[in-house]
Antibody
């Protein structure tokens, strides 16, 4: 079955870096776009970043632009989120999620719905 | 950035009752809207996409409607497992955005 498993969370000091991973299985990873979505404790959902199936396009939320980098290794079926210059407000559960794509007249589009989601990994930024 | 406003923040209902949740966008998102369900300690789950299409495995008691800037998620008859938080999300424009959520609680 389709499965996404995040790892790499933990407690980190402000200003430091952390890299999250999301291991995918049960589907052809290289055919799907992938996202990171986060949720601060007791709060709502915030989209963080997306990467196209081939890694050629990436978009970020303004709140993380310039500090976070999304990447993927299709040979390892793994998605990454490199987080630099971490702040207290980055404290959250981080989820990876899959999106499907489709072609229209030879152009690839992503539907940008999140299905499924991983179970999440908690990042706490604190001194 | 498109802002999604969900109402009410909390809905107190009994099992078997009908739930009607609203999501209003700050500008038109056409039909590019989804609904998710999140239970405590769990990841969200896609319920509805493109405003009115049920995702795979979602029971028929869940339905979505609307277009443009006003959307509704209806649960026709609440089951015990439906008490949760529900979020709407738009994909019309970058950045992708979510509403603040509606908690459906047991009355």
């Amino acid at each position: 079955q389709v499965q996404l498993v995040e790892s790499g969370g933990g407690v980190v000091q402000p200003g430091r870096s952390l890299t999250l991973s999301c291991a995918a299985s049960g589907f052809t990873f290289s055919s799907y776009g992938m996202h990171w979505v986060r949720q601060a404790p007791g709060k709502g959902l915030e989209w963080v970043a997306v990467i196209w199936y081939d890694g050629n396009r990436k978009y970020y939320a303004d709140s993380v632009k310039g500090r976070f980098t999304i990447s993927r290794d299709n040979s390892k079926n793994t998605l990454y989120l490199q987080m630099n210059s971490l702040r207290a407000e980055d404290t959250a559960a981080y989820y990876c999620a899959r999106s499907s794509g489709y072609y229209v007249s030879g152009t690839y589009y992503m539907d940008n719905w999140f299905d499924p989601w991983g179970q999440g990994t908690l990042v706490t930024v604190s001194s | 950035e498109i802002v999604l406003t969900q109402s009410p923040a909390t809905l107190s209902l009994s099992p078997g009752e009908r739930a009607t949740l609203s999501c209003r966008a700050s500008q038109s998102v056409s039909s590019f809207l989804a609904w998710y369900q999140q239970k405590p300690g769990q990841a969200p789950r896609l319920l509805i996409y493109d405003a009115s299409n049920r995702a795979t495995g979602i029971p028929a008691r869940f339905s979505g409607s609307g277009s443009g800037a006003d959307f509704t998620l209806t649960i026709s008859s609440l089951e015990p497992e439906d008490f949760a938080v529900y979020y709407c999300q738009q994909r019309s424009n970058w950045p992708l955005t979510f509403g603040g959520g509606t908690k459906v609680e047991i009355k």
